[in-house]
C-alpha cells in the first residue's frame, strides 16, 4: 500500500513553528446540542484566533520556512480563509504576499486579506480560475507557490489539530471533517489514524461540491464542471492526486449533505452553542442531523473550522435568532 505523503514527527516537530495563538484551541462536550443529535458532541473551536479559522497553522509553517531560507515573496489562491492566514503569517515575518480570490468571494474575507497588508488581485471566475491565476503570476514573477493542501506544510500544520484530539479525555469514537481541497482531512485524519486507530474518520462535504467525496468513493480523481453551496470554503471542482492517495489512506468514509442541513447545523450551533460560524464548520452537525441513527450511542468530535461570514448572507440563513441553550 502507498504510503502518505505526512509524517508524525514533523507534525510534531512543527508546533515549534507556530504562533502559540493558533494552539490547543478549545476542545469542549456540548451537552446542549446533544438532545436534538442523539448522540455526545464535543466541539473543537479553530475561530478563536487572530485569523478565526485553522488555516493558520499551516501557514505558520510555510512561512516559517520562507522567512529561513527561501524567497521572500509568495502567492496563493484561496476562497478567503488560507488568503488571510497567509497574509497574517507573513506580515510578521516580512514577507511579500499576494492572494488571489474569486470577486465572488466573501467580501468580509477579502477586506480582511487587504487590511492584512496583503496585495490581493481578483478573477472573474471561482476558486479553480483562481488557482489557475496564481500559478501564472508564480512562474511569472520567480516566486513561491503556495498550493493548500498539495503543499505539505498546509496539511502538516492542520494535522496538528489531531496531536491535540489525540490527547483527548475522554476519548471519542468518531471525528467529523469538513472536506474540501483536503488538508485539514488529511492532516487530522493522519495523526487520528496514527494515535488512536481506533476512531473513526469521516469526512463531510455539500452535495453541491460532491468532487473530492465521489473521488473518494471511486478511488480515483473525479472533476465537476461546476459546484452550487453556500459552503464556499470547501467548494473544489478539481481535486489534486496526490490529495486523493493520502486521503483515501485515512479516511473510513465520505459523505455528502444537503444545503438544508447546513444551514440547520449553522442554525443549531449559534443557538445551542452561542457561535457564529461559516457554512463549512456546521457540516458535521449536518452530518449528524442527516443520519442520527449512525451516530446513537457515539461520542463525536466535529471541528468548528472558520468563522469568517458575510453578516448579511449570514442572517439570511440563520436569522438573528437569540441564543436557546449554552454548552
Not at 507534525?11 to 476542545?27: E, K, N, S, W, Y
Request: glycine share 8%; with cysteine.
Amino acid at each position: 500500500m502507498r504510503e502518505t505523503r505526512l509524517d508524525t514527527a514533523r507534525i510534531r516537530a512543527v508546533r515549534r513553528v507556530i504562533d502559540p495563538a493558533f494552539l490547543d484551541t478549545p476542545l469542549h462536550r456540548c451537552e446542549a446540542l446533544e438532545p436534538d443529535l442523539g448522540c455526545t458532541v464535543s466541539i473543537k473551536l479553530e475561530t478563536a484566533n487572530p485569523v478565526r479559522s485553522f488555516k493558520a497553522r499551516g501557514t505558520e509553517v510555510v512561512a516559517s520556512l520562507l522567512a529561513d531560507n527561501g524567497p521572500r515573496a509568495v502567492v496563493c489562491a484561496s476562497a478567503g480563509n488560507l488568503g488571510q492566514a497567509l497574509a497574517w503569517s507573513g506580515r510578521g515575518r516580512g514577507l511579500d504576499v499576494t492572494v488571489v480570490a474569486s470577486r465572488f468571494a466573501t467580501a468580509a474575507k477579502l477586506d480582511r486579506i487587504r487590511a492584512l497588508d496583503a496585495r490581493l488581485e481578483l478573477v472573474d471566475g471561482d476558486h479553480e480560475m483562481a488557482r489557475e491565476r496564481a500559478a501564472a503570476i508564480a512562474r511569472c514573477d520567480g516566486i513561491r507557490l503556495l498550493e493548500d493542501s498539495l503543499d505539505i506544510e498546509t496539511c502538516e500544520g492542520a494535522a496538528t489539530i489531531g496531536l491535540e484530539l489525540a490527547n483527548t479525555v475522554p476519548s471519542f469514537d468518531t471525528v467529523l471533517i469538513a472536506l474540501g481541497g483536503g488538508a485539514l482531512a488529511t492532516g487530522v485524519g493522519h495523526v487520528v489514524k496514527t494515535l488512536t486507530p481506533e476512531v473513526e474518520v469521516i469526512c463531510v462535504q455539500p452535495l453541491g461540491a460532491p468532487a473530492m467525496t465521489h473521488s473518494c468513493h471511486r478511488r480515483r480523481v473525479v472533476t465537476t464542471d461546476s459546484t452550487n453551496t453556500i459552503a464556499d470554503g470547501v467548494a473544489g471542482r478539481r481535486p489534486i492526486p496526490a490529495v486523493l492517495d493520502d486521503l483515501l489512506l485515512v479516511a473510513d468514509d465520505a459523505i455528502l449533505v444537503r444545503e438544508a442541513s447546513i444551514t440547520a447545523g449553522m442554525r443549531m450551533l449559534l443557538h445551542y452553542a452561542g457561535l457564529i460560524v461559516e457554512s463549512s464548520s456546521a457540516l458535521g452537525i449536518a452530518a449528524i442531523l442527516e443520519d442520527r441513527d449512525r451516530f446513537v450511542g457515539r461520542h463525536v468530535v466535529t471541528i468548528v473550522c472558520g468563522s469568517n461570514v458575510d453578516v448579511d448572507a449570514y442572517h439570511r440563513w440563520v436569522g438573528a435568532a437569540p441564543v436557546h441553550r449554552s454548552c
